[in-house]
């Protein structure tokens, strides 16, 4: 018998307007521990204002919001020490080495010094990196940035890590190692919250959420929504959906 996992995020009736524009309209969802959950849209669509109400960056016009049991109206501090965060945008800095990376996020994060030295170690030998640890970041290539990137996002084990299209940019060959990445991190109890441009990754998830226009058109598997829509492909699904939307306007 199987244990039900808990929920770590739980969103009901979100709404975010800027002024007379509703950039989340009433969105309801779920997200369990340990799962990985793709949030998809095509721009514009309403995912990174999501992700920033999600991460206690932004406050919701209204809703109920719970991320890793806080609430975001009152408790977004505890919100960010239980979460990590890697944003499409490089998100370490270059100027710094490799270690230094490590050594500032770590402290960021609030853990000590032994913890940090020996995550960093973890994560270099993991990545196969120990040789790099002390050149600059902007000597790394892309590919090893983005790794190290997620690595420094999951240093303190958070419950939730928030990725906002992490693969942007990278080689095919690079992309399935990052998502090796992701699948250990879910094994070891992570959350994984990805939003990604690249169909074929939704296919990776665990269940998919489809955004078009601010609200959820499509939330269940892939396996089900390629159903649902008569589908072969993730790409396909997203396509229906979009021109669904188109002629309704």
């Given at each position: 018998?199987?244990?039900?996992?808990?929920?770590?995020?739980?969103?009901?009736?979100?709404?975010?307007?800027?002024?007379?524009?509703v950039a989340?309209?009433?969105?309801t969802?779920?997200?369990?521990?340990?799962?990985?959950?793709?949030?998809?849209?095509a721009?514009?669509?309403?995912?990174?204002?999501?992700?920033?109400?999600?991460?206690?960056?932004?406050?919701?016009?209204?809703?109920?919001?719970?991320?890793?049991?806080?609430?975001?109206?009152?408790?977004?501090?505890?919100?960010?020490?239980n979460?990590?965060?890697m944003?499409?945008?490089?998100?370490?800095?270059?100027?710094?080495?490799?270690?230094?990376?490590?050594?500032?996020?770590?402290?960021?994060?609030?853990?000590?010094?032994k913890?940090?030295?020996?995550?960093?170690k973890?994560?270099?030998?993991?990545?196969?990196?120990?040789?790099a640890?002390?050149?600059?970041?902007?000597?790394?290539?892309?590919?090893?940035?983005?790794?190290?990137?997620f690595?420094?996002?999951?240093?303190h084990?958070?419950?939730?890590?928030?990725?906002?299209?992490?693969?942007?940019?990278?080689?095919p060959?690079?992309?399935?190692?990052?998502?090796?990445?992701?699948?250990?991190?879910?094994?070891?109890?992570?959350?994984?919250?990805?939003?990604t441009?690249?169909m074929?990754?939704?296919?990776?998830?665990?269940?998919v959420?489809?955004?078009?226009?601010?609200?959820?058109?499509?939330?269940?598997?892939?396996?089900?929504?390629?159903?649902?829509y008569?589908?072969?492909?993730?790409?396909?699904?997203?396509?229906?959906?979009?021109?669904?939307q188109?002629?309704?306007?």
């Open positions: 018998m199987t244990t039900e996992r808990p929920n770590v995020i739980e969103v009901k009736n979100l709404v975010k307007k800027f002024g007379n524009f989340n309209d009433h969105l969802f779920e997200v369990k521990q340990g799962e990985i959950f793709g949030f998809l849209g721009n514009g669509a309403g995912k990174t204002t999501a992700i920033k109400i999600l991460c206690g960056l932004q406050s919701p016009t209204s809703g109920e919001i719970k991320v890793a049991g806080y609430d975001v109206y009152h408790q977004t501090n505890l919100i960010k020490r979460i990590g965060y944003s499409q945008k490089f998100s370490l800095y270059e100027d710094l080495t490799v270690s230094q990376n490590f050594e500032f996020y770590g402290g960021i994060y609030g853990l000590s010094r913890q940090i030295k020996e995550r960093t973890y994560f270099l030998e993991k990545l196969e990196l120990t040789g640890a002390n050149k600059i970041l902007k000597e790394i290539p892309l590919g090893w940035k983005q790794k190290l990137a690595s420094v996002a999951i240093l084990h958070p419950k939730i890590v928030f990725l906002d299209e992490p693969t942007g940019g990278v080689d060959v690079t992309r399935r190692q990052f998502w090796e990445m992701i699948y250990e991190a879910a094994n070891e109890g992570i959350t994984v919250f990805v939003t441009h690249y074929d990754e939704a296919e990776y998830c665990e269940r959420s489809i955004m078009v226009d601010g609200r959820i058109e499509a939330l269940d598997t892939p396996a089900m929504l390629k159903q649902k008569g589908a072969n492909s993730m790409n396909e699904v997203f396509i229906r959906l979009a021109r669904a188109s002629a309704e306007q």
